[in-house]
């Protein structure tokens, strides 16, 4: 996660006098669907906080990185299960990912046309996932055994305008598939026996959900429309 961070700067640096790019922050809330907490898709429980860079390549895509970090929480409290509601499982930890893709306009994104803008855009890629791994312990209640690293694939959607000729202010929702049934505590693995500790439908792999905005500065020279 480090290395891509500083990889992440560098490469703004490299092309900040070729391309128009833009870097800023990212605000928002943070949930995971899975087999603990409230059934809700969309939901506002907790903190995600970011930085976000793009290479502009057209008026209608861009290379896109970011790194989130965010506070997961889960409470079978908060469902409307009544099952979830008398188990009354949680759990909270922290998640930090990683991510690059690309970023598709549905109509042309000009930031020199010198007029006030308004496109929604689609984001995708591939994100690296660093979180807490969890497991029932003794008292059954949800424990903390491990770090865990793993991939998952975003499908953002989002609306975007120039507030100003440099500052670009977006929302945006995205939901993440992830390659493990573990963000919630519900589908152990390791050394110790783990079969005894599963429950939920541990055939379906947990999504996570980010949802918020952006604040980007832009900076460059005007874009030369290139090959790719």
């Given at each position: 996660m480090r290395s891509l961070l500083i990889f992440i700067i560098l490469l703004s640096f490299a092309f900040a006098r070729a391309q128009t790019y833009e870097v800023g922050i990212f605000a928002g809330?943070?949930?995971?669907?899975?087999?603990?907490?409230?059934?809700?898709?969309?939901?506002?429980?907790?903190?995600?906080?970011?930085?976000?860079?793009?290479?502009?390549?057209?008026?209608?895509?861009?290379?896109?990185?970011?790194?989130?970090?965010?506070?997961?929480?889960?409470?079978?409290?908060?469902?409307?299960d009544v099952s979830r509601d008398l188990r009354g499982l949680k759990?909270?930890?922290?998640?930090?990912?990683?991510?690059?893709?690309?970023?598709?306009?549905?109509?042309?994104?000009?930031?020199?046309?010198?007029?006030?803008?308004?496109?929604?855009?689609?984001?995708?890629?591939l994100i690296a996932l660093q979180y807490s791994s969890f497991a029932l312990n003794n008292t059954n209640e949800l424990e903390e055994y491990d770090k865990s690293i793993n991939i998952a694939i975003p499908i953002i959607i989002g609306v975007k305008a120039n507030v100003t000729p440099k500052l670009i202010l977006a929302a945006e929702i995205g939901a993440r598939y992830t390659f493990t049934d573990n963000l919630d505590g519900s589908n152990p693995n390791g050394d110790m026996d783990v079969d005894s500790l599963k429950f939920g439908n541990i055939n379906n792999k947990d999504w996570y959900i980010f949802s918020g905005v952006t604040l980007s500065y832009t900076f460059g020279r005007k874009r030369c429309y290139c090959n790719f």
């Amino acid at each position: 996660m480090r290395s891509l961070l500083i990889f992440i700067i560098l490469l703004s640096f490299a092309f900040a006098r070729a391309q128009t790019y833009e870097v800023g922050i990212f605000a928002g809330t943070s949930n995971v669907v899975g087999d603990v907490g409230s059934t809700q898709y969309i939901q506002f429980n907790d903190v995600a906080i970011g930085g976000i860079f793009k290479w502009n390549r057209s008026s209608r895509h861009s290379f896109r990185a970011s790194i989130i970090s965010a506070n997961m929480v889960g409470d079978d409290n908060d469902s409307d299960d009544v099952s979830r509601d008398l188990r009354g499982l949680k759990y909270n930890y922290s998640l930090l990912e990683a991510s690059l893709g690309i970023e598709y306009n549905f109509w042309d994104w000009e930031l020199y046309s010198g007029r006030p803008q308004v496109v929604p855009y689609l984001y995708t890629g591939l994100i690296a996932l660093q979180y807490s791994s969890f497991a029932l312990n003794n008292t059954n209640e949800l424990e903390e055994y491990d770090k865990s690293i793993n991939i998952a694939i975003p499908i953002i959607i989002g609306v975007k305008a120039n507030v100003t000729p440099k500052l670009i202010l977006a929302a945006e929702i995205g939901a993440r598939y992830t390659f493990t049934d573990n963000l919630d505590g519900s589908n152990p693995n390791g050394d110790m026996d783990v079969d005894s500790l599963k429950f939920g439908n541990i055939n379906n792999k947990d999504w996570y959900i980010f949802s918020g905005v952006t604040l980007s500065y832009t900076f460059g020279r005007k874009r030369c429309y290139c090959n790719f």
